[in-house]
């Protein structure tokens, strides 16, 4: 019987080795065609720049020369954190009420009844309408970006949180039921464990829409923040500017989706722990 | 007596699944149920359970806890085999869920998450988890299907030896007649739908010390192999 398990539990192991072996050959394959990729995007770029005036293409090398003088002055610091205040104020908000109003509507029919259509329409109205809105109610200062923001994320995370309900396993309800958990055991062992891939993916979709509205709020509606900083480059027609704050902007939004993906899957980190401590 | 089943009536839309069905299990005793797959057997212990209502008909025991190996693992996945056994009891030491790990032959894996087990790893840890219950009752239902030869024999004996230490009463539903044999004090076939009981076994022979070549479990096998060919069906 030990014989067995041990065999077994090498087997596993071996498994393990090459699952990972293949992996990281996967992942080098990957990572050789976006480098690329990327040498055959920037070659084009640098030829269409050749034709075309710097105010209508800046070259890579200009773009890279201004988003280090924009990364060297204090401006980046400056306009990321009033941007990121405003993207995270927005999406906070949006995962409160979102995820209140997916719980009511995941736990009674009723609720949802009345609230389902209600978050759908919200859900259906296109961004640009609440900012019209927004600036006529609140002004042209960041209010109006980070109610965009909340406004376009919540019916996001309601919906995602109200799906991930529809799809908790009952049986796993059930098991529950026979060894007797209490209703606190069951919503945090069973309901909210079920819950958390649904609102995990719905934060990463917020995450990168939100930094598209915080930008598009800003453009339209701020003179403060990374939008303003675009809506500045435009107006004194330095193209180079507004290629330098969008690689930044592509790069942040691309990094807090990661940085959500990453913070939000424990178990690896946990199982090693564990392991540790038990034996 | 721990458990009456009265008359107890079930039907899902209108097809009739228990009929009129009454049993009685006694304490300190392995009741196996055999019968032709789709028979009830396990709308019978979701009953006993109480996970579902019975349409009519009374069930009486007293106040007791019922621990259950589903036919799935039913397992979460978001927990590893050691705090899935831990779970279901929280009073229960390290050392003893330890121990009931490793009587299911899954020591080492007590950091692994059932998705990273195979199916009759997860069937074990699902068995561990019932016995660190500690229910008056443990009703099992076909909880051996995935498991293969060897392992199943070793896991009868594991039970055998837990009822002897603890002496509780086990509703076990099997289709393997094999099973039925080497465990049950008595042996209940069902009917096909409704069902009913169509005839009881009892074997004498002390389960602690069963062997399948034994001529008196020889004929119960037989007569059961009979039945099931004539009437069971």
């Known amino acids: 019987m030990k014989d067995s398990t041990i065999k077994i539990s090498n087997d596993i192991a071996s498994f393990d080795k090459n699952n990972t072996l293949g992996e990281t050959l996967n992942q080098k394959n990957k990572r050789t065609g976006t480098i690329i990729l990327l040498c055959i995007t920037l070659i084009l770029w640098q030829g269409l720049s050749l034709i075309y005036s710097p105010i209508i293409l800046p070259s890579p090398v200009m773009t890279i020369k201004t988003l280090i003088s924009i990364i060297r002055s204090g401006l980046f610091y400056r306009e990321t954190l009033v941007t990121l205040g405003r993207l995270i104020s927005g999406i906070c908000g949006a995962v409160i009420i979102g995820s209140i109003l997916g719980i009511l509507m995941g736990s009674f029919f009723r609720i949802r009844r009345v609230f389902e259509p209600f978050v759908y329409f919200i859900q259906a109205t296109p961004p640009i309408l609440y900012m019209t809105l927004a600036m006529i109610w609140f002004g042209l200062d960041g209010q109006a970006t980070v109610f965009i923001i909340f406004i376009a994320s919540m019916p996001i995370i309601a919906v995602n949180v109200k799906e991930g309900f529809a799809n908790i396993d009952s049986k796993l309800i059930e098991m529950g039921k026979v060894f007797k958990f209490s209703r606190i055991q069951v919503m945090i062992d069973i309901i909210i464990p079920s819950l958390k891939s649904y609102f995990k993916s719905a934060l990463i979709i917020v995450m990168g829409f939100g930094w598209k509205l915080a930008v598009m709020g800003e453009v339209l509606s701020s003179s403060t923040g990374l939008g303003s900083q675009i809506t500045d480059a435009r107006m004194n027609i330095e193209t180079d500017k507004v290629f330098a704050w969008g690689i930044i902007i592509i790069f942040l939004c691309f990094l807090s989706q990661k940085i959500v993906a990453s913070t939000m899957d424990f178990k690896r980190i946990r199982r090693k722990n564990y392991d540790t401590e038990i034996r | ?233």
């Open chain 2, 1 to 233: 007596m721990i458990l009456k089943l009265d008359n107890v009536n079930k039907s899902f839309n209108d097809i009739d699944v228990l009929k009129d069905f009454s049993m009685k299990i006694y304490s300190k005793e392995i009741v196996c149920i055999v019968g032709p797959s789709g028979c009830g057997k396990s709308t019978l212990l979701n009953i006993i359970s109480g996970l579902i209502q019975p349409c009519s008909g009374k069930i009486k025991h007293g106040r007791f806890n019922i621990s259950y190996v589903f036919q799935e693992d039913r397992l979460l996945p978001w927990k590893n085999v050691y705090e899935n056994i831990r779970l279901v009891n929280k009073d229960s030491s390290r050392e003893k869920c330890m121990d009931f790990i490793s009587r299911v032959g899954l020591k080492g894996f007590e950091g692994y998450y059932p998705s990273e087990l195979s199916g009759g790893m997860r069937q074990r840890c699902s068995i561990a988890r019932a016995f660190n219950y500690e229910g008056d009752l443990l009703l099992m239902d076909e909880p051996f299907k995935s498991l293969d030869y060897q392992l199943r024999i070793d896991m009868i004996n594991y039970l055998l030896k837990l009822w002897d230490n603890t002496k509780k009463s086990i509703i076990f539903v099997t289709h393997e007649i094999d099973e039925a044999l080497m465990l049950g004090d008595r042996i209940l076939l069902l009917s096909t739908r409704p069902s009913k009981i169509y005839k009881e076994f009892i074997v004498q022979n002390d389960k602690m010390d069963r062997s399948l070549d034994d001529s008196s479990l020889m004929r119960i096998r037989n007569d059961i192999i009979h039945s099931f060919q004539h009437k069971g069906k």
